[in-house]
């Protein structure tokens, strides 16, 4: 029982550097999602799939791309690392339910 | 956007206490959700809440959801260390699985 499963857990980047993180879930979900947390900012939307082929930016876009590759994977591309992308990441998903979480990568952009 | 105002920030708290912390929000949600956030883990569900004025427990966890649905609290009883973490709501709007978080609430107990 896996669940939600994120890699890498950890990654320093270099300013301008690209990096994809990656999210894969076993619980048959529809919708996927990338989150941010920073402190006292709780966790803010990056990007969601609501179904397979389908993406949505959610309320912090800018700097990243993702794709949803098949029904199980989601990932979340940097294409030039900013330090304001220092963060932890999240991915979840669900269908009609309460959102499952992965446990994060901790990625910092020096 | 949506915000949700999630009160208090932190608390310290000494063991066997109880807790109470809260959520407003502008907006109406469907539905109102309390999870637990461990050191270097993702959030887990705590108390999902579907019904206006809805109160659901789980254990020591008690949370309702405002009769408005632009508020709910969570309550702890008789806490213990264990219950070190952060407290995040999340409303979930109507026909999507997509959550608007509160910034959390940081817990600390000591024995």
């Known amino acids: 029982n896996a669940g939600v499963t994120q890699t890498p857990k950890f990654q320093v980047l270099k300013t301008g550097q690209s990096m994809t993180l990656q999210c894969a879930q076993d619980?048959?979900?529809?919708?996927m999602y990338w989150y941010r947390q920073d402190p006292g900012m709780g966790l803010r939307l990056i990007y969601y799939?609501?179904?397979?082929?389908?993406?949505d930016k959610g309320e912090v876009p800018n700097g990243y791309n993702v794709s949803r590759l098949n029904k199980r994977e989601f990932s979340l591309r940097l294409e030039s690392a900013a330090p304001s992308q220092t963060s932890v990441y999240f991915c979840?998903?669900?269908?009609?339910?309460?959102?499952?979480f992965g446990n994060g990568t901790r990625l910092t952009v020096t | 956007g949506q915000q949700l105002n999630q009160s208090p920030q932190s608390m310290f708290i000494q063991e066997g206490e109880d807790v109470s912390m809260n959520c407003t929000s502008s907006s109406i949600f469907n539905t109102w959700l309390w999870y637990k956030q461990d050191p270097g883990e993702g959030p887990v569900l705590l108390i999902a809440l579907y019904k206006a004025g809805e109160l659901t427990s789980n254990g020591r966890l008690t949370a309702q959801f405002g009769i408005t649905r632009k508020d709910s609290f969570l309550n702890i009883s008789a806490s213990i260390p264990s219950d070190v973490g952060i407290y995040f709501c999340a409303g979930q709007l109507r026909n999507t699985d997509k959550l608007i978080f509160g910034t959390g609430t940081r817990l600390q107990v000591f024995p």
């Open positions: 619980m048959n979900h529809n919708s």
């Open positions: 799939s609501a179904s397979e082929g389908t993406t």
């Open positions: 979840a998903s669900g269908s009609n339910s309460p959102l499952h």
